[in-house]
């Protein structure tokens, strides 16, 4: 079993359209979570941190269940520049404080 | 303040051959982090430097090993090359050992013939 898996897609969205992904971990000692967007052929960037009070950047919203292991991304009112991989990754400071990144979602938005 | 720069670009190699990647991390990081990511997969931890010492290695052979310089930047080297080391190979600085703060290079594209 993959420690972090997603579905990997791809959501095919019109604009406009709200999306939300979803992401499972198996460590429970994980103490750090994040959403990274990934376009193509590019390197990963953050998108937002993600901690158990829920948090909110403009149309992008990120909750944290730690009982159910379980990290979501909300995308309200879609935009084509939305479309991207979406990259689900926790951390834990153990030894080296690595990234451990799913295999990401692939989000495709629509005229 | 610069970022990540990581050379070369793209790279075509030989099986069995042996290959040096580079990477400078960003003004004021101290840390740099390796990472594989084959296609449709996601980026998978090669291994982590800190203060030019190895601090940490995820589940890759000894064949791929590196190196820290004072200045910060590293190397990851890959020696007898195999097919399946095709990948995007992306280099990640960070202040410290924390979790947060990484910033990514655009990567190298290395392709294993």
């Known amino acids: 079993r993959k420690e972090v898996e997603q579905d990997p897609g791809p959501f095919n969205v019109p604009e406009g359209a709200t999306v939300a992904f979803n992401c499972t971990y198996s460590n429970s000692a994980s103490q750090s979570f994040f959403w990274y967007r990934q376009d193509c052929r590019k390197e990963p960037k953050l998108l937002m941190s993600v901690y158990s009070s829920g948090n909110e950047d403009g149309r992008f919203t990120a909750q944290l269940n730690r009982a159910s292991q379980y990290i979501s991304l909300l995308i309200r009112d879609s935009k084509l520049s939305d479309s991207a991989t979406y990259l689900c990754?926790?951390?834990?400071?153990?030894?080296?404080?690595?990234?451990?990144f799913g295999t990401g979602t692939r989000l495709q938005v629509t005229l | 303040e610069t970022g990540v720069t990581q050379s070369p670009t793209h790279l075509i190699k030989t099986r069995g051959q042996q290959v040096t990647l580079r990477c400078s991390s960003q003004s004021g990081h101290n840390t740099v982090s390796w990472y594989q990511q084959a296609l449709g997969q996601g980026p998978q931890f090669i291994f982590q430097y800190y203060r030019e010492e190895e601090n940490g290695r995820g589940n890759f052979p000894p064949r791929f090993s590196g190196l820290q310089f004072p200045n910060y930047s590293s190397e990851l080297n890959v020696n007898a090359l195999e097919l399946d080391d095709s990948a995007l190979y992306l280099c990640?600085?960070?202040?410290?050992?924390?979790?947060?703060?990484?910033?990514f290079g655009s990567g190298t594209r290395l392709t294993v013939v």
């Open positions: 990640a600085s960070t202040l410290g050992t924390g979790n947060y703060g990484y910033t």
């Open positions: 990754v926790v951390s834990h400071t153990g030894t080296a404080s690595k990234l451990t």
